[in-house]
T-cell receptor, first 115, second 116 residues
């Protein structure tokens, strides 16, 4: 157990629907990162939050949004889902904002299948 | 933008033997961090080893070691005495301490197969 908790582990939904993925960071970590892992594009950075504030955006679609709550858990909202959104979505956390020599701690991911 | 390239889609190794995974990266920075992550069939991303660019000494973690060649922008991973549990996808990753968001940039991955 890495200490980063992601729910649900699996999600199957239809095109056009909206889903919410949840992440609880490791105790004491203030930064949360979201990554998408698809077969054809590897691991792509989506967005980062630090202590409730958005700090960086990657290749995140406008249909996707995220937030980090006061208790530091984060949610990734995916709407108007398309078949191509099927992927493994990872959440990771780290203690700081800058200068981290250490890699992140990853959760076990949410497997999203859009049918 | 930084890019990370893993040129070997798949590598096969006999149990107890040694395998080396290649990784090259493109950057104009002098200070950065490099990582190798392992992703077994469980899908969990596990940090294997990390290297700080300002350190000349190559990092070692038990049976895992790296060959960091800063001038060549190369960061290979050597797995010694390979075990069946080493079978997984391995990802090389780069991070700049100055990049907004502190994000990791990953290579495309190398699948390691371990033959008994």
């Amino acid at each position: 157990d890495s200490g980063v908790t992601q729910t649900p582990k699996h999600l199957i939904t239809a095109t056009g629907q909206r889903v919410t993925l949840r992440c609880s960071p490791r105790s004491g970590d203030l930064s949360v990162y979201w990554y998408q892992q698809s077969l054809d594009q590897g691991l792509q950075f989506l967005i980062q939050y630090y202590n409730g504030e958005e700090r960086a955006k990657g290749n995140i679609l406008e249909r996707f949004s995220a937030q980090q709550f006061p208790d530091l858990h984060s949610e990734l909202n995916l709407s108007s889902l398309e078949l191509g959104d099927s992927a493994l979505y990872f959440c990771a956390s780290s203690s700081g904002l800058q200068g981290g020599r250490y890699g992140y701690t990853f959760g076990s991911g949410t497997r999203l299948t859009v049918v | 933008a930084q890019t990370v390239t893993q040129s070997q889609p798949e590598m096969s190794v006999q149990e107890a033997e040694t395998v080396t995974l290649s990784c090259t990266y493109d950057t104009s920075e002098s200070d950065y961090y490099l990582f190798w992550y392992k992703q077994p069939p469980s899908r969990q991303m596990i940090l294997v080893i990390r290297q700080e660019a300002y350190k000349q000494q190559n990092a070692t973690e038990n049976r895992f070691s790296v060959n960091f060649q800063k001038a060549a922008k190369s960061f290979s991973l050597k797995i010694s005495d390979s075990q069946l549990g080493d079978a997984a996808m391995y990802f090389c990753a780069y991070r700049s301490p100055r990049a907004a968001g502190n994000k990791l940039t990953f290579g495309g991955g190398t699948r390691v197969l371990v033959k008994p």
